[in-house]
């Protein structure tokens, strides 16, 4: 199946369903290739108005399915059993499905999907929604290499994309999946202790953020260990050791290395 001619399917249309389609239309497949269904209008809508006119939405999964090959479920996982018994007699074996779901296993979701049904277990994050993403890609039981690398090439218009063992999700999730707001806290906390010692709130958050964007580049572009780049900015006797040093009394590296875990936790417990 060639990317170019791939018809993409979306059940629900919310914000990462709009995100992942955005930009699929970037660069690898035209808006009319493009199906969503969804029961509220105002996500409809904002699908359409986000991702192109040319956009065919409905209430219900019955057109979207009978055109995609490849078919995005973007509901919440409490929702998932339900929407797969409403569609699963549409969901034949000519169609590759793709779940986006936190937690939500392969073997949980073949035991609601056909038989043999091709499946991806998906884990994006947040960030998708401006293209700097960063995706976990897993196939299940009856899914190709080929199903795998056309999902990943898709999933690479919005970001980073890892293939990994299904079994490793759950500690993307912790990792990736939740990181985004572990990021957001730190830039909060940055820009508070900005405000502290006498910058203006808005130009504190601006600093804080781009601090940590140009520190996460540095590392995505060199390639060094993040403890080599630390060591660089850190002069003997310095300011950045200072800090460092309360960073370790207030425990900030443990917190981190918790909350992946936590996090991971959570997911497993989600899949159970």
Known sequence: MSI???KIGFIGTGRMATA???????????????????PVAASRDMFRRTVGDAVTLSETANECLSQADVVFLAVKPQMMQSVLADVRSLLTDDRLVVSIAAGLTVSKLESWLPPSCRLIRVMPNTPCLIGRGACGVSRGTYATEQDEQLVSDLLRT????????????????GLSGSGPAYVFQMIEALSDGGVKVGLPRDMAMR??????????DMVLQT??????LKDAVTSPGGTTIAGLHEMELGGVRAALMNAVEASTAKSIELGK
């Open 4 to 6: 170019e001619h791939t």
């Open 158 to 173: 919005v970001g980073l994309v890892e293939n990994v063992p299904e079994k490793l999700l759950d500690a993307v999730t």
């Open 20 to 38: 992942l389609a955005a930009g699929f239309t970037r660069d690898l497949v035209r808006a009319n290739q493009i199906f969503g269904a969804d």
């Open 207 to 216: 600093l804080a953020a781009q601090t940590l964007a140009g520190a996460a």
């Open 223 to 228: 390639g060094d260990h993040p403890a080599v």
